[in-house]
């Protein structure tokens, strides 16, 4: 009974490290994808006017690329 119990502990534990690894992953790549865009270049973006204007806005604050 005590085995299952720690069993389910870890099992659970292994979940919720995946679940915030995810989150994190997801939240890095997000706060990325402007800068990447506007590195792209304008045409990356479909010449979208509303797209191209978020990105003009959000990109090009500093040009030292992300380690």
Same mark, same amino acid.
């Given at each position: 009974m005590r085995q299952h119990m720690l069993n389910g502990w870890l099992m659970a534990a292994l979940i919720a490290l995946v679940c915030l690894l995810g989150i994190t992953a997801y939240t890095e790549v997000s706060k990325d994808l402007p800068r990447v865009a506007c590195m792209r270049g304008p045409k990356a973006i479909?010449?979208? %006017?509303?797209?191209?204007? @978020? $990105? @003009?806005? %959000? $990109?090009c604050a500093s040009t030292a690329p992300s380690a």
């Open positions: 479909d010449k979208k %006017a509303a797209q191209f204007k @978020s $990105c @003009s806005t %959000a $990109c």
